[in-house]
């Protein structure tokens, strides 16, 4: 892994509470990271950090103790974790995948997307030419749109831990006789400046699970989005369930 220095951590906003980090860390992630370590500066550790965003995803590298800094330490490991990565790492698990080419890590848990890609279409819905709408049949439509809320799980609130589903943004999905699928869905603030590029990654999103050709995004704002509208888990996790 390259040392180089890591991002400056922005403010935890006020309303997310800090809560302690249970981060586990497999045997083939520990031994190769203790290899890695191997060498180093005394006193040196892991750093682990995530870049925010729709789709947010863990970055690591050997680095050196800071005083803004929340270590942890994990089978002998000493993890460097920042404020703002700590409810996206809550539960994470730290893996060393060598199924791939080339072998490398990843940081999965239930604040981060999924690493496996958003299931992919079936051949009965297979993507379009451009500029000609797929009409599925009304018996597949409740499947087909039972893909696309698992790959919208893989979409995240640019400033919250979770993902659209579980924060209850998708009000809902509309057809239109020509086969063109209409998502409902909100915001947590209407004054999120990010409302267009939000817009598009679920379009895209939609598209990719459901093999649609037609797939727009309605932004409403009736009924108005509050907690009870989240998931059981997304409650529980931010302390109103």
Not at 61 to 68: K, L, N
Not at 72 to 93: H, I, M, T, Y
Not at 128 to 141: C, L, N, Q
């Amino acid at each position: 892994m390259p040392e180089r220095r890591a991002p400056e951590a922005a403010g935890t906003p006020a309303d997310v509470r800090t809560e302690t980090v249970r981060l586990r860390v497999t045997p083939e992630a520990r031994n190769a990271l203790a290899a890695a370590l191997g060498g180093r500066a005394e006193g040196s550790g892991v750093r682990i950090w995530v870049e925010r965003g729709m789709r947010p995803h863990a970055q690591m590298m050997i680095d050196r103790p800071s005083h803004r800094d929340r270590p942890l330490e994990v089978d002998g490991l000493l993890l460097l974790l920042d404020e703002s990565s700590l409810r996206f790492l809550r539960d994470a698990e730290v893996r060393y995948r060598t199924d791939q080419d080339p072998p490398g890590f990843e940081v999965v848990g239930p604040f981060l997307p999924s690493a496996t890609a958003p299931p992919a279409a079936t051949e009965s819905a297979a993507p379009t030419p451009p500029g000609v709408a797929s009409v599925a049949p009304s018996a597949d439509r409740v499947a087909v749109e039972a893909r696309i809320r698992d790959a919208l799980k893989n979409v995240y609130d640019p400033e919250i831990p979770l993902n659209v589903v579980d924060l209850g943004l998708i009000y809902g999905m509309e057809w239109r006789e020509s086969g063109e699928l209409t998502i409902r869905m909100t915001l947590t603030s209407p004054g999120c400046p990010a409302v267009e590029a939000f817009s598009e990654e679920v379009v895209r999103t939609a598209r990719a699970a459901s093999g649609l050709a037609s797939v727009k995004v309605e932004i409403v704002w009736e009924p108005p989005w509050g907690p009870d509208r989240m998931s059981d888990f997304a409650r529980r996790q931010f302390g109103y369930a």
